[in-house]
């Protein structure tokens, strides 16, 4: 018998074995929950499906977030599938190259509004489309993955760091919108990992071996570790936490000087 057996989740944000999103996802799926997954675009197709046809009962459907017709079509068929949802998981963030490469001074306007629009307002997109399907449950809860770039100023991150102080932001709007609702709203603030986001971060190993150095536990958090703090969040496990960012990662938002 697994905690979350009789649960359903949708995953948006899994790429490959090495994203968050499959961390957490194999957690839930462990623990019994039957899961929606989404790909962006035909690309990625391939390599999600093959992740996910070992899951029994997963269901698989394309989304680019940015596109308002693909979540309801996403929502609509997952209706179709679970008849509920009980928990929403947000592994998703993009900004151009060049905008987290150059002095942030530069940061273009067209760049500023997608970064914002992929990593933070989809949040609230997702969330929303997903309403109908919690209240078939009785409530929800939705997760993100933020950094704490968002919070101080770390080289590198520039852009990507503002879009996470909005999507950090938006996690405690929707928390306090949405709470009366049942639908608790949450994230993980994640240690640096290697993924193929955060290959896009200009000096990413460079960042690896200062956390490492810095954080109390001396290390880097590993993929199963976000993975274990996901199902907590995203189980009835943390029913009375919302709005709360979470950080995971060996201590380093705790150290000064
Ligand atoms: P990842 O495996 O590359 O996952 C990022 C996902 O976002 C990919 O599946 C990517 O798909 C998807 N995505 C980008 N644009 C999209 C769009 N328009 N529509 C739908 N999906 C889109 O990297 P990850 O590190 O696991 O990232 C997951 C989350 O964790 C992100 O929010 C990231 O900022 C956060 N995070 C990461 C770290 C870290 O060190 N890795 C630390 C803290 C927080 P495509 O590949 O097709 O673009």
């Not at 999103?21 to 962006?40: D, H, K, P, S, V």
């Not at 409530?139 to 993100?144: F, I």
Request: glycine fraction near 10%.
């Amino acid at each position: 018998m697994g905690m979350l057996d009789g649960k359903t989740g949708i995953v948006f944000g899994v790429a490959n074995k090495r994203s968050i999103a499959w961390a957490i996802a194999q957690r839930l799926a462990n623990e019994g929950m039957r899961l929606a997954f989404t790909y962006q675009g035909e690309r990625l197709k391939e390599n999600v499906a093959e992740l996910t046809s070992a899951m029994a009962g997963s269901i698989l459907l394309p989304c680019d977030v940015t596109n308002d017709a693909e979540i309801d079509a996403v929502y609509a068929a997952v209706g179709q599938e679970f008849g509920k949802l009980d928990a929403l998981l947000h592994s998703v963030a993009f900004a151009p190259k060049e905008d987290l490469e150059n002095d942030f001074v530069k940061t273009s306007r067209d760049g500023f509004k997608l970064a914002h629009d992929i990593s933070a307002y989809s949040l609230v997109a997702l969330t929303r489309g997903a309403m109908p399907l919690f209240e078939k449950a009785g409530g929800g809860s939705v997760l993100a993955l933020t950094y704490y770039g968002a919070e101080k100023a770390v080289e590198g991150y520039n852009l990507m760091g503002v879009a996470k102080a909005s999507l950090e932001a938006s996690v405690r709007y929707l928390a306090a919108n949405l709470g009366p609702q049942n639908i608790r709203v949450n994230a993980i603030s994640a240690g640096p990992v290697n993924t193929l986001a955060a290959r896009g971060i200009k000096g990413f190993t460079g960042m690896l071996k200062h956390h490492a150095e810095r954080a109390p536990l001396r290390r880097n958090v590993e993929l199963e570790e976000i993975g274990s703090a996901g199902l907590f969040l995203l189980s009835g496990m943390s029913s009375a936490i919302t709005g709360e960012i979470m950080f995971v990662d060996c201590g380093y938002n705790v150290i000064g000087l």
